[in-house]
């Protein structure tokens, strides 16, 4: 695993030990990047939420890219310490705000972000019930991207919510929402 682009490109990325987590893949992150490219133009200043972070790939993608700060949200130990050493590879602290915790343990925030990138388990559904919870605790705005990663054979409907586009890459299902 690696950077894509932007000031940290083909930096080294390392992923979490065990099976729990699975990390995306570079063409799936190349593909993902190129997609909100161009819908955004840019990167530059957005704040950035990188839930079920995992490696923390997504998010460090993004601030490579030129996001000012991302939130990185995720539980498993082991992940952690993967998304932490990530950060601290990348000098990126100062940008960063990690979170160990459940994304549905997550509260309110004072304004939204510019960008969601969700990547949770296949096949479980907690995309689409963390995207409605969060909309509901103001963590999306009327310009809010948001990027929800599933397995190729699920499709997301969630009540407010407009599909943007999906993309099939390998076994992972790309969906851009928007608020409705």
Known sequence: MRII???WRSRPLVAPKGDTTRPTADRTRETLFSMLASRLGSFEGLTVADLFAGSGA????ALSRGAAKAIFVEQDAPALRALRANIANLRAQPQCDVRASSVMALGPVREPVDLLLMDPPYGT???????DKL?????IGPATWVDLETGRDEDVCVKGFEVDATRDVGKARLHLLRPA
Do not use: T
């Open 5 to 7: 682009a932007g000031q």
């Open 58 to 61: 997504l998010g460090l993608e």
């Open 125 to 131: 559904g907690a995309g689409a019930v963390a995207l």
């Open 135 to 139: 909309n509901r605790l103001g963590w």
